[in-house]
């Protein structure tokens, strides 16, 4: 029997107990086992199985991973940390464990179709929906969203990679003019320093005008546009949003837009791009999927 299969040590104690009970004092091999004299007399009336045990034990590291991803990950995600742990388990085990304890991950919005359109006069659309990158630096996407709070709206700009899928830049203000997304995309590059890298947007007015073309071409990025009402031209940094209002925004209407800024900070910084597991990237965060990247560069060289 495996060390993760093996008795709990309070049964170990139950069990040594009722095979010598003829031979010592049970409050004296109770005391000494460190188990309750109750325990023992409720083991034998209804002694629990190894399975129930197990079950108990693996629902604790369920738990432990449920609440750490602030109640996001469902039992395909669970199971990864589980492994990662050394746990051999199956998934229909963590789905099983999960549904029977009420641990439901919160689920998405959803996606409203959009008819497709013409394609834009101002930018054309050079990404035509190849939403993956074999190296970072080599697309971003970029767009704007609104979140709700008591003071009004605050709008948040994101820059996502399209290789890791992290959040490279972003920027939150209460308006929604240009220096939103200049401020956010202005933080991608101080954060990545980009060579001809492809930035793609929606034709909001913010990335349609010449300002943003020239701030553009002295970046060195190369501009790619959305066609008019598509949401699917965008659909990563679309799902980003999706993920940041099902995971830590939905049904929330924060107090000010300082608290909102801080909660952002804290999903984007210290949740998604560090820990979060992307299904993209083979269940591993954006940081980890970069550092491994990284790593295999450096064993090519």
Known sequence: MSPSRAPSKAKRAYKFIEAHRNEHSIQA?????GVARA????????????????DARLLGLIRASFVASHGVYGAPRVLQDLQELGESCGKHRVERLMRENGLRALHGYRTRHQPVAKPSALIPNLLQRQFTASHPNEVSVTDITYIRTWQGWLYLAVVVDLFSRKVVGWSAKPTIRRDLVLEAVTRAIRCRRPRKTMIHSDQGTQYGSDAWRRFCRANRLEPSMSRRGNCWDNAVVESFF??????????RIYANRETAIQDISSYIDEFYNPTRRHSHLGGVSPDEFEATHRTRGTHVH
């Open 242 to 251: 999706g993920s940041l209002k099902k995971e830590r925004i939905k049904k």
């Open 39 to 54: 325990g023992y007399y409720a083991w034998l009336d209804h002694p629990i199985s190894d399975r129930a045990q197990e």
């Open 29 to 33: 091999m109770c005391r000494l086992l």
